[in-house]
């Protein structure tokens, strides 16, 4: 079967997977209203494109922290890809190499920050939750730390749980890990937490381990600083030199908090709808937070992309890049490395020809001016869209 575009591997990872292996890659929040969304809201913007500029040659290229890449498609930080295949993140790493572009690697990975660094050249992001043990949160940015040179930034993941439907009734997904209806298959384990002090479950089995360290996400994790607490975003950079990026902002509120805590960069995420169901498509927030960045750091996009086409609309909203999640873990599920390479290279094609038909030839051409949105209220004496 010859895949034409990235969607189609969805279908296959779920004839290949067992059920709850899909179901906890594929599904959302509740009533999965924002799972939808994430994709949908993509519709609601058309181009405008411009003709008769030579695009003869078009430059992808552009720099992230100062790292030069293929192109701004970057790979989102995704649990435990072994359940989808035995090479897992091996395999992610390898394809996102050969692409030029980034992989960020879970910090609930079933390959630890070192087998991944041990696969070749590449920048590799590491995605960090903040645990209620401070010491654990040490141990992974030291483990971090000691692949600096081919593993820098950290992204910082500020948010607790939140419910996830399955199939046909509403169930916590999350729960499953928690109390062990969820458990990984026996021959897998979060690797980055092997060899670390993890106080009285330092001997916990494979689903133990999933359990704790499902159980000790930080709640009460705010912006302020308390010295004597330590429970704020600040005191990560106390304990680390490695540049932060914050994943999960929506609002201008929380991205001036976010620079004002010092973050190198900011990832709009709503988690994959994961988390609370009915907050806005990513690509929806993107402008607001863009705006409130004023350009003091870049804007990322994670959520809903699934074609060259969304790269571009992201970008032109002000996106300096976007990551992409579950396109991973399906054509990982459905070809291994093959697969994700290939979902790669679809979405550079794609994305190279958005901007060739529309007038682009580098990222810096790509503007506001090449969109309009459905919901932008229209100039006066224009017509509105038509509803998609």
């Known amino acids: 079967m010859e895949i034409t575009n990235v969607t189609e591997y969805e279908a296959i990872a779920k004839q290949k997977l067992p059920k709850m292996v899909f179901d906890y890659y594929a599904s959302g929040a509740e009533d999965q209203w924002t799972l939808y969304q994430n994709r949908h809201a993509f519709s609601q913007i058309l181009f405008r494109p411009r003709i008769l500029i030579d695009v003869s040659k078009i430059d992808m290229t552009t720099t992230v922290l100062g790292f030069k890449i293929s192109m701004p498609i970057m790979i989102a930080p995704t649990a435990m890809q072994k359940m989808a295949h035995p090479e897992g993140e091996y395999a992610t790493a390898r394809a996102a190499s050969a692409a030029g572009t980034i992989m960020t690697l879970s910090s609930w990975a079933t390959s630890s920050v070192e087998e991944v660094a041990s696969t070749g050249p590449g920048i590799r992001f590491f995605q960090l939750y903040v645990y209620k043990d401070r010491h654990v949160v040490a141990q992974l940015v030291r483990r971090a730390e000691r692949q600096a040179s081919r593993l820098l930034p950290l992204l910082l993941i500020p948010l607790g749980w939140g419910a996830e439907r399955l199939t046909s009734r509403t169930v916590n997904n999350w729960s499953k890990c928690?109390?062990?209806?969820?458990?990984?298959?026996?021959?897998?384990?979060?690797?980055?937490?092997?060899?670390?002090?993890?106080?009285?479950?330092?001997?916990?089995?494979?689903?133990?381990?999933?359990?704790?360290?499902?159980?000790?996400?930080?709640?009460?994790?705010?912006?302020?600083?308390?010295?004597?607490?330590?429970?704020?975003?600040?005191?990560?950079?106390?304990?680390?030199?490695?540049?932060?990026?914050?994943?999960?902002?929506?609002?201008?509120?929380?991205?001036?908090?976010?620079?004002?805590?010092?973050?190198?960069?900011?990832?709009?995420?709503?988690?994959?709808?994961?988390?609370?169901?009915?907050?806005?498509?990513?690509?929806?927030?993107?402008?607001?937070?863009?705006?409130?960045?004023?350009?003091?750091?870049?804007?990322?996009?994670?959520?809903?992309?699934?074609?060259?086409?969304?790269?571009?609309?992201?970008?032109?909203?002000?996106?300096?890049?976007?990551?992409?999640?579950?396109?991973?873990?399906?054509?990982?599920?459905?070809?291994?490395?093959?697969?994700?390479?290939?979902?790669?290279?679809?979405?550079?094609?794609?994305?190279?020809?958005?901007?060739?038909?529309?007038?682009?030839?580098?990222?810096?051409?790509?503007?506001?001016?090449?969109?309009?949105?459905?919901w932008e209220v229209p100039p006066p004496g224009s017509r509105p869209l038509p509803r998609l």
């Open 178 to 374: 928690l109390y062990g209806r969820f458990t990984l298959p026996p021959f897998l384990t979060l690797k980055n937490f092997e060899g670390l002090d993890l106080g009285k479950m330092d001997k916990a089995d494979d689903s133990g381990l999933a359990s704790y360290v499902a159980g000790q996400i930080d709640r009460t994790l705010s912006w302020k600083f308390h010295s004597a607490l330590g429970q704020d975003v600040k005191w990560l950079q106390t304990i680390t030199n490695l540049p932060i990026l914050v994943k999960g902002v929506l609002t201008a509120e929380d991205t001036r908090l976010a620079i004002q805590a010092g973050a190198a960069g900011i990832i709009v995420s709503n988690h994959g709808a994961r988390q609370l169901d009915y907050v806005p498509a990513t690509i929806m927030a993107l402008e607001e937070v863009v705006k409130a960045a004023q350009g003091r750091v870049p804007v990322f996009l994670d959520g809903g992309v699934r074609r060259g086409t969304d790269v571009f609309k992201a970008l032109a909203l002000g996106a300096s890049g976007i990551f992409i999640g579950r396109p991973v873990v399906f054509s990982l599920a459905a070809e291994g490395e093959a697969g994700v390479r290939k979902v790669l290279q679809m979405l550079r094609e794609e994305f190279e020809l958005t901007m060739a038909l529309s007038g682009c030839r580098s990222l810096k051409e790509i503007t506001r001016d090449h969109i309009v949105t459905e």
